[in-house]
Nanobody, 122 residues
């Protein structure tokens, strides 16, 4: 299963960006969708996550500024980011997990997107 993230860019503090991630491949079911980020010199950290039980988790630093949502297409996840701060500057990665149809049965998958850079200027 391949993930393609998009929507990153350059924005001034207080601005907004919307990230999207689309999965392709022989997907049977997606159980988990999430966004992570990695700032220069720091470890990758969870930003927000969604499960097919409609459980949503946000990192404390999002503080109501970010919203994760499943797209109209079931293989899409979005991250709406408002009131962006310079400390939100990072490469943002999407991640999805679930099961895929291998042709000989169902197998689990855990895939990452390539990352999309978000730069917030002060």
């Amino acid at each position: 299963v391949q993930l393609q993230a998009s929507g990153g860019g350059f924005v001034q503090a207080g601005g907004s960006l919307r990230l999207s991630c689309v999965a392709s491949g022989r997907i049977f079911r997606i159980n988990v969708m999430a966004w992570y980020r990695q700032a220069p010199g720091k470890e990758r950290e969870l930003v927000a996550g969604w499960t097919n039980a409609e459980r949503i988790t946000y990192a404390d630093f999002t503080k109501g500024r970010f919203t994760i949502s499943r797209g109209n297409a079931e293989n899409t996840v979005n991250l709406q980011m408002n009131s962006l701060k310079p400390e939100d500057t990072a490469v943002y990665y999407c991640r999805m997990g679930g099961s895929m149809n291998s042709g000989a049965g169902y197998l689990p998958f855990d895939s990452w997107g390539q990352g999309t850079l978000v730069t917030v200027s002060s």
